[in-house]
């Protein structure tokens, strides 16, 4: 008989939860309301660009729809896939765009694939968000209102098609652009959806959850992500749909709140070569966007850049050149240091074994670094939230301040107190890090330890500099 876990609390005891969650409109009310508020922010934001004269960045923060998209939301993202795991999916609209062209692509006939290999390890989500980095470098695409709508227009149409085309939920599996973010930080989620007991799942003949005949009703279906609730030991790719908790006849699935990184989950020994990649290219673009705080670490870390600009009289390409140093070359540079450490420490036989085995320790120090910068943003951004919604196109306020600065917002938090949680964020990342590390590779995990304080005590020194 299994051991009741007493490590949890099943958040479907609390009666104003578990209604939620069993309401035949969730989560399906939130994405359509969110799909609204999506449409909205593109009709606000076409064809539109930053009046002459203003600086794009100070435009950006009084538009509210790029502080919204990219001052709020993309942050909240962040926070919100570290602490409690894939909850965004829960209400993303795109699910919802997904989920009803899929049903419409069944009704008229089209016949519908099943994602290969490829699609489903991550390599078009790797080319796709590294593409959006680059587009933010090169052309300011967080800065621009109209190519911010030309971004969610895209979204959505990358739903809406591959719902046509592919089926069991293709978008959210092989096509979302933050579908690896998600995946590499959300594996320590506080949120989870789990059995009670393996025992009752080993014993229920009908299997409601993976069931065949369930697999396309609108509500209570089956796993619509070819999941086996019955075994899932990891967040990796549940969506907290919560469609395996409404189907569930005995009652044994459960929304679970843990504490982080959960000892009670399985650990994958290396990284797939899309998501090792995506690691390392995100380590580089997160050191950039701490480096962005401060003018000094910011000189220091784009020097080659500025260097070879000195050098080259072409205009328009320092954006991309920074691009292809923050997302390419410094990553090479950074993990072939961690990775000789590792191997100088006994801990790999080969550079790419090293990176392969330290990923997923490695990329918990980066979400502590990405959530210290989206606080940073969040709290130079967040002010201007009021000036947005009574202007929402931002020309009249960002004209005002640029003539009169003492109208700039202050910052929701003072700086010294943004650098105070970003350096405890890093400090409990050192920690879940190193035990990471131990539960994955028992024998060598040690070997890892210099290279998770090596990029800790990076990301610290950037911190200490935003003062």
């Known amino acids: 008989m299994q051991t009741?876990?007493?490590?949890?609390?099943?958040?479907?005891?609390?009666?104003?939860?578990?209604?939620?969650?069993?309401?035949?409109?969730?989560?399906?009310?939130?994405?359509?309301?969110?799909?609204?508020?999506?449409?909205?922010?593109?009709?606000?934001?076409?064809?539109d660009f930053a009046p002459q004269s203003v600086n794009d960045k100070l435009y950006a923060k009084t538009h509210l729809v790029n502080l919204t998209v990219w001052g709020i939301?993309?942050?909240?993202?962040?926070?919100?896939?570290?602490?409690?795991g894939r909850i965004?999916?829960?209400?993303?609209?795109?699910?919802?765009?997904?989920?009803?062209?899929?049903?419409?692509?069944?009704?008229?006939?089209i016949h519908q694939r099943k994602l290969g290999k490829w699609l489903v390890s991550g390599v078009f989500?790797?080319?796709?968000?590294?593409?959006?980095?680059?587009?933010?470098?090169?052309?300011?695409?967080?800065?621009?209102?109209?190519y911010t709508s030309i971004f969610l227009i895209f979204m959505i149409a990358t739903a809406f098609i591959t719902g046509l085309l592919f089926e069991n939920r293709a978008y959210c599996r092989g096509f979302c652009a933050v579908g690896l973010l998600l995946k590499a930080y959300g594996r320590g989620g506080m949120v989870a959806v789990r059995p009670e007991s393996s025992d009752v799942c080993h014993?229920?003949?009908?299997?409601?959850?993976?069931?065949?005949?369930?697999?396309?009703?609108?509500d209570a279906r089956s796993c619509p992500t070819l999941l086996e609730p019955t075994t899932l030991d990891n967040n990796r790719d549940c969506l907290v749909c919560t469609q395996c908790i409404k189907a569930c006849q005995p009652n044994n699935m459960q929304l679970q709140l843990r504490a982080p990184y959960s000892s009670q989950d399985g650990r994958e020994s290396e990284a797939s070569w899309p998501m090792l990649l995506f690691i390392m290219l995100l380590s580089g673009f997160v050191t950039l966007?701490?480096?962005?705080?401060?003018?000094?670490?910011?000189?220091?870390?784009?020097?080659?850049?500025d260097t070879l600009m000195s050098q080259i009289s072409i205009a328009g390409i320092g954006g991309w050149l920074e691009g292809i140093w923050a997302l390419i070359i410094f990553p090479l540079l950074l993990w072939s240091l961690l990775g000789g450490i590792n191997m100088l420490m006994k801990g790999a036989s080969s550079m790419t074994d090293a990176w392969r085995n330290m990923a997923f320790s490695i990329v918990i120090i980066i979400a502590a670094g990405h959530m210290s910068k989206g606080l940073a943003k969040f709290t130079s951004w967040g002010?201007?939230?009021?000036?947005?919604?009574?202007?929402?196109?931002?020309?009249?306020?960002?004209?005002?301040?640029?003539a009169n600065p003492n109208l700039?917002?202050?910052?929701?938090?003072?700086?010294?107190?943004?650098?105070?949680?970003?350096?405890?964020?890093?400090?409990?990342?050192?920690?879940?890090?190193?035990?990471?590390a131990r539960l994955a590779h028992v024998d060598t995990y040690k070997a890892q330890i210099p290279s998770i304080g090596l990029l800790a005590g990076l990301f610290s020194i950037i911190i200490l500099s935003w003062f």
């Open 4 to 47: 009741p876990n007493h490590q949890h609390f099943n958040l479907l005891e609390l009666k104003p939860i578990r209604a939620l969650v069993l309401w035949s409109g969730f989560p399906y009310i939130f994405q359509a309301l969110l799909l609204l508020l999506f449409i909205a922010l593109i009709a606000l934001s076409w064809n």
């Open 73 to 84: 939301w993309w942050p909240l993202m962040v926070w919100l896939a570290v602490l409690f």
């Open 88 to 109: 965004w999916c829960t209400v993303c609209p795109l699910e919802l765009v997904n989920n009803l062209s899929e049903r419409l692509g069944r009704r008229i006939g």
């Open 125 to 146: 989500i790797l080319i796709f968000y590294a593409t959006i980095q680059m587009l933010i470098a090169g052309m300011h695409l967080h800065r621009v209102p109209a």
């Open 203 to 218: 014993d229920c003949g009908e299997k409601w959850c993976i069931k065949h005949e369930y697999k396309h009703k609108l």
């Open 289 to 305: 966007e701490l480096c962005t705080e401060s003018p000094v670490a910011k000189s220091i870390f784009l020097w080659p850049v």
């Open 383 to 402: 002010g201007f939230f009021p000036d947005a919604l009574r202007d929402p196109s931002g020309r009249e306020t960002v004209q005002a301040m640029t």
């Open 408 to 436: 700039l917002p202050a910052p929701l938090l003072a700086f010294p107190t943004v650098t105070t949680i970003a350096l405890g964020l890093v400090g409990i990342a050192i920690f879940y890090a190193v035990r990471e």
